[in-house]
T-cell receptor
Framework: QKEVEQNSGPLSVPEGAIASLNCTYS??????FFWYRQYSGKSPELIMF????GDKEDGRFTAQLNKASQYVSLLIRDSQPSDSATYLC?????????FGAGTILRVKS | EAQVTQNPRYLITVTGKKLTVTCSQN?????MSWYRQDPGLGLRQIYY???????DKGDVPEGYKVSRKEKRNFPLILESPSPNQTSLYFC????????????FGPGTRLTVL
């Protein structure tokens, strides 16, 4: 069974701070890694993907991948109250996509 | 508007009464899948389909069936629902498989009494 682990939180950060979300996965054969955001009562939506070791930046978001240590992280700079949501890490294994349970992020103004 | 639609959005039923949740996408996507979302367990993949007439099991397929007779439609069938299938169900589609951006439907809240 392929596993993806996330701390359920909630992670609380003040407005303007950096939020750091982490995810570990069990299989070194994993090929692609994704971060989805899910607002309460809504569907998940993709915010970042990363395939190679290192950092990938998109606006206020940075995804970091370390395949040797089998973890992927998401940094959100200058956190805003609108960033309050559940963040789902997802890992591709062949034709399947395995999600973690998600981390609840709360940004306090 | 590009979208994934699901029907019904809410359903309350009783144990053993067969039901179908429909899913349709208008983006000509090859890959479609069904997930269930439960508190503390996140999204778990039930079935996926790479293309018409090609379906395969995800991580939690027991008690579910699917079919893919047309590219745009991917219904989820519960032939004999049980209370442990009470959950929030999402259909998703993507152009190029599990490694591509997944577009999710609005979700179906199912309660089995």
């Amino acid at each position: 069974q392929k596993e993806v682990e996330q701390n359920s939180g909630p992670l609380s950060v003040p407005e303007g701070a950096i939020a750091s979300l982490n995810c570990t996965y069990s299989d070194r054969g994993s090929q692609s890694f994704f971060w989805y955001r899910q607002y309460s009562g809504k569907s998940p939506e993709l915010i970042m993907f990363i395939y190679s070791n290192g950092d990938k930046e998109d606006g206020r978001f940075t995804a970091q991948l370390n395949k040797a240590s089998q973890y992927v992280s998401l940094l959100i700079r200058d956190s805003q109250p609108s960033d309050s949501a559940t963040y789902l890490c997802a890992v591709r294994y062949g034709n399947k996509l395995v999600f973690g349970a998600g981390t609840i992020l709360r940004v306090k103004s | 508007e590009a979208q994934v639609t699901q029907n019904p959005r809410y359903l309350i039923t009783v144990t053993g009464k067969k039901l179908t949740v429909t899913c349709s996408q208008n983006m000509n996507h090859e890959y479609m899948s069904w997930y269930r979302q439960d508190p503390g367990l996140g999204l778990r993949q039930i079935y996926y389909s790479m293309n018409v007439e090609v379906t395969d099991k995800g991580d939690v397929p027991e008690g579910y069936k699917v079919s893919r007779k047309e590219k745009r439609n991917f219904p989820l069938i519960l032939e004999s629902p049980s209370p442990n299938q009470t959950s929030l169900y999402f259909c998703a589609s993507s152009q190029a498989g599990a490694g591509d951006e997944q577009f999710f439907g609005p979700g179906t809240r199912l309660t089995v009494l």
